[in-house]
């Protein structure tokens, strides 16, 4: 089965979009490399706001018809045809597929919202495709919003990405009891929230080694820690250049940390799903 990671926490800023994109190319990069019968990765945009779209494509200027908006809106006769035309390749790497993001999935969360089976909207067209890629990656917007609910019901694996922060650790509990009740309302008990991924990393901060530590020690979340990326300024600086952390800065810290993140992912991705 392709794993479907979603990045989610309803906290904006937290490295959603960094990591998503950035975890999506280092798949397709490393599984190339190791010579994996299929390579190719899906990034998919869920937030209006687009900004994965804008830094793998360079462009913001898809239309209704040729982006994500376009296919949840769509008959779901024809939601699976609308899915394949709207992908568009990344210009980080033509095997890093994406389906855009645009400002009108603001509007498609009022439009939908009364739809029975709106939920469903993106997981069922999304699984008569996922047999052709290796991975896909999903970057939700920061609220538990419709369209979130949407990319859980549609995923395999919740990665939340979290700031070494007091108030922002103490709102993982609930992020993720958001996600149980979001697996067990709409009854997709493949969901499971497989790591949480702990961003802007700064070593030289006493506090962010405290919570770091604190993580670590607890029972619960402990276990689930799936990696550390520091603090780093080459990540905007990518931004800004609309690339990669790998392709603007190889030895940046960031990219190293999400390197490694990857490896394991692309591990999971071998053996067929996330251990
Ligand atoms: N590891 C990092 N080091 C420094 N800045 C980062 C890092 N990760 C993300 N950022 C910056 O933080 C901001 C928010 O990141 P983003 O990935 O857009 O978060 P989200 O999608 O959760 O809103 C961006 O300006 C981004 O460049
Ligand atoms: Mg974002």
């Not at 190319?25 to 937030?47: E, F, M």
């Not at 996922?130 to 419709?146: E, G």
């Not at 922002?168 to 996600?179: A, D, Q, W």
């Not at 790998?246 to 190293?256: Q, W």
Request: proline share 5%.
């Amino acid at each position: 089965m392709t794993p479907i990671y979603v990045l989610t926490n309803n906290k904006g800023g937290v490295g959603k979009s960094t990591s998503a994109t950035n975890i999506a190319l280092g798949l397709t990069a490393l599984l190339r490399q190791a010579g994996a019968a299929r390579s190719k990765v899906l990034l998919v945009d869920t937030d209006s706001q687009a900004h994965a779209t804008l830094v793998t494509t360079g462009s913001k200027d898809y239309s209704a018809d040729n982006s994500l908006y376009g296919m949840l809106m769509a008959d779901p006769e024809e939601a699976v045809q609308m899915l394949r035309n709207s992908i568009v390749s990344s210009t980080w790497d033509d095997n890093l597929h994406v389906l855009p993001g645009t400002p009108q999935l603001e509007q498609a969360e009022r439009e939908l919202t009364s739809i029975p089976g709106a939920p469903y909207r993106l997981a069922d067209p999304l699984a008569k495709i996922a047999q052709h890629y290796a991975a896909i990656v999903i970057d939700t917007r920061p609220s538990f919003s419709l369209m979130t609910e949407m990319a859980l019901v549609a995923a395999t694996d919740a990665i939340v990405p979290v700031e070494p922060r007091y108030l922002e650790t103490v709102g993982l509990l609930s992020v993720m009891s958001k996600i149980h009740a979001i697996r067990d309302g709409w009854r997709v008990p493949n969901l499971k929230v497989s790591g949480i991924l702990v961003t802007k990393m700064d070593k030289r901060v006493k506090g962010h080694r405290y919570l770091l530590d604190e993580l670590k020690a607890s029972k619960q979340l402990g276990r689930l820690l799936c990696g550390v990326i520091p603090m780093n300024e080459a990540v905007s600086y990518a931004h800004h250049h609309h690339q990669s952390i790998y392709a603007y800065d190889p030895k940046a810290t960031a990219s190293d940390a999400y390197a490694r993140l990857v490896s394991r992912l692309a591990r999971c991705v071998h053996q067929g799903g996330v251990a």
